[in-house]
């Protein structure tokens, strides 16, 4: 019988990997952010998120505590120099507004990761073997939280093992992540390391989801192709086409398995972080998806935003945040607009990527009449639907402060 793990017990079993191997290489690492917040028109922040995108803007527009404890300890290190380690990962979430109880209806506890690698294997070509479950291989835009590239999986592989100057993986997996439901088998092959260009590299993925043994499930696929160019404008441009078939429509997870073949799905991903000066950075993004559906659930989504950055001093920073979200459906055209500024307390220094930020923030958005019909049936009580913190009003904005760290 399978049980959630308390908020108390997940951090105790991540702490105890620390006991038995204290002699040993010992990193910890981690990830926090919380804060408190409101709704002009209730007593408790309601975030913006357009039905149907898998994405919002993060700033000003988070209604939870979230954190992650990881702890990884070198049990070993052999004579030929290659290492075996082990690595656990304690995340907790806590909706606003309710108890920081981190269970039940309102937030979670869970083991994100827990896996043993044996990496800088000779017989590998410095290549890494692992197992267990584990962050793998994560592509992610920063300013929308999206990971429109992530293989994170329950499974086993062989990561960026060298052959001729590129580096070669395959993995896998049978769960995406411990909230998924069913065991799904998915092979996840990877090559990178092409030198397209002076600064540029270029990697292709491949994604397989066997057929499931059960009725009505379907096997599919998704193809990946990433450029990533260092170096530009003082910052880093990454361009990702993404193309799926049946559940590989998840375009980097595992799709609906009830999918066939008629359904297909399309991505661009372009964002571009940038340091243009010590004291002004950001980050830009453009995402465009399109989606075929046999049942007539067509739809094209479009997100444009970006978050500049300005250091007045080397501890105090302006940040602002503008994002749009469009969806082409056959109920409509849904769009939801989103503005964020925020005065940030800074200590480390002036850079964008620079944490903690201790922020007070403002935040307005205004959507249409489609998104609010789509949020009145996908997503009732949210901030967009007639029955959500802001009424029949198709506009609203929230304040408050929050922290943000990671070491």
Request: hydrophobic content about 35%; glycine content about 12%; some cysteine.
């Amino acid at each position: 019988m399978k049980k959630n793990l308390t908020a108390l017990g997940v951090a105790t079993a991540v702490a105890a990997m620390a006991l038995p191997l204290s002699g040993h290489a010992l990193e910890f690492t981690g990830y926090m952010r919380s804060g408190v917040g409101e709704s002009v028109n209730s007593d408790s922040q309601s975030c913006f998120q357009l039905p149907g995108a898998p994405t919002k803007y993060r700033l000003g527009n988070e209604c939870e505590q979230y954190g992650e404890l990881d702890l990884r300890h070198d049990l070993y290190t052999f004579a030929d120099g290659s290492v075996l380690s082990v690595e656990g990962m304690a995340a907790l979430y806590n909706q606003y507004n309710h108890t920081p109880k981190f269970t039940g209806d309102h937030g979670w506890a869970r083991m994100v990761q827990a896996y043993a690698e044996w990496s800088k294997v000779p017989a590998l070509n410095n290549g890494s073997f692992w197992a267990g479950r584990r962050f793998y291989k994560r592509n992610d835009i920063h300013i929308s939280d999206f990971y429109y590239w992530n293989q994170s999986a329950t499974g086993a592989g062989v990561e960026d093992m060298e052959i001729g100057g590129l580096k070669y993986s395959y993995a896998f997996s049978r769960k995406d992540s411990v909230f998924q439901k069913d065991y799904v088998n998915r092979h996840d092959f990877n090559v990178g390391g092409f030198d397209s260009n002076p600064g540029g590299e270029l990697e292709f993925g491949l994604s397989y989801i066997d057929k499931p043994s059960r009725d009505d499930a379907n096997s599919g696929w998704a193809l990946t192709v990433q450029h990533v160019q260092s170096d530009f404008l003082g910052g880093k441009n990454t361009l990702a086409l993404q193309y799926g078939e049946g559940p590989g429509t998840g375009l980097g997870y595992t799709g609906d398995v009830t999918l066939d073949e008629s359904a297909k799905s399309w991505r661009v991903v372009e964002y571009f972080d940038w340091q243009l000066t010590p004291r002004f950075g950001g980050q830009f993004q453009v995402v465009y998806q399109k989606d075929k559906r046999a049942d007539g659930g067509d739809q094209d989504w479009w997100s444009v935003g970006a978050r500049p950055v300005y250091a007045f001093s080397e501890q105090f920073k302006l940040v602002a945040e503008v994002g749009h979200d469009q969806i082409d459906a056959t109920d409509g055209t849904r769009k939801l607009s989103k503005f964020t500024v925020a005065p940030t307390w800074s200590p480390a220094g002036p850079g964008f990527w620079a944490r903690p930020e201790f922020r007070l923030y403002y935040t307005y958005a205004s959507w249409n009449d489609a998104a609010q019909r789509a949020a009145n049936l996908m997503a009732e009580g949210s901030a967009l639907s007639d029955t959500g913190a802001f009424g029949n009003a198709q506009h609203g904005s929230n304040f408050g402060v929050q922290v943000e760290h990671w070491w």
